[in-house]
């Protein structure tokens, strides 16, 4: 599983490379940009959008789950203080964070390889709010008698966290991802239609609604899967 998506990520770099040849993120929201491409274009920038998605957020998950882990060791009063915090945080739109930071990076948009680092750095802030926010609220809601159980038999915080907490959670955690994958690919289609990138139509609405049905599908599967598992 890890090779294969390791593998789509090397895919999609490769595909998507000429893409960032011939941009840079102040195209982005520049609509004669996006009305001079041809069909052979467009594949290329969306194998590069789907590279930045897949390495950005990748890197995020990573980061939340350790980040949450973290978290997780503090007392009770003291998380579910923390918890309502960053709970907060879930209201704002994930692109609002990357689209502050691309503003912030502009001017080192001057080379492919710099555009590409952009794009993944974009797309982990976009992600990694979101994800600390939810899987942290999972993590929160593992039982303490569990966590006591493992420390009365003599495991530490790391062990604790890697055999215990991560394994009861690893089912949902991939919920948690998949959500946040649609929740930000709606918010790109939102942004995209604001600035005029493409027009809404009946084909766009279509393939929407079926990429939702397909997500919550992937989710049900994951979660009838950990079921029938325990």
Not at 167 to 188: A, D, Y
């Amino acid at each position: 599983m890890i090779v294969l998506h390791i593998g789509l990520i090397i895919f999609f770099l490769i595909k998507g490379l000429p893409f960032w040849e011939n941009m840079s993120w102040v195209n982005m929201a520049d609509q004669p940009f996006w009305a001079s491409m041809n069909v052979f274009s467009i594949k290329q920038s969306i194998y590069a959008m789907f590279f930045i998605l897949l390495a950005g957020g990748t890197i995020a998950t990573i980061l939340a789950i350790i980040t949450a882990m973290y978290l997780r060791g503090f007392e009770t009063r003291v998380r579910y203080l923390i918890e309502d915090i960053v709970g907060f945080l879930g209201i704002i739109p994930c692109l609002a964070w990357s689209i502050l930071v691309a503003f912030l990076l502009l001017p080192c948009s001057n080379s492919q390889w710099n555009n590409i680092l952009i794009g993944v750095l974009v797309s982990f802030i976009a992600f990694y709010p979101m994800l600390l926010i939810l899987i942290f609220q999972l993590f929160n809601k593992i039982e303490e008698q569990l966590i006591d159980i493992g420390y009365s038999l003599g495991a530490n915080p790391v062990q604790i966290a890697l055999l215990l907490i991560l394994p009861k959670s690893i089912s949902r955690i991939v919920e948690i991802v998949i959500f946040t994958i649609i929740r930000i690919l709606i918010e790109i289609v939102i942004v995209a239609l604001a600035i005029g990138v493409f027009q809404l139509s009946t084909a766009w609405i279509i393939g929407l609604i079926g990429f939702i049905l397909f997500g919550i599908i992937l989710i049900a599967i994951t979660r009838k899967t950990n079921n029938i598992s325990t």
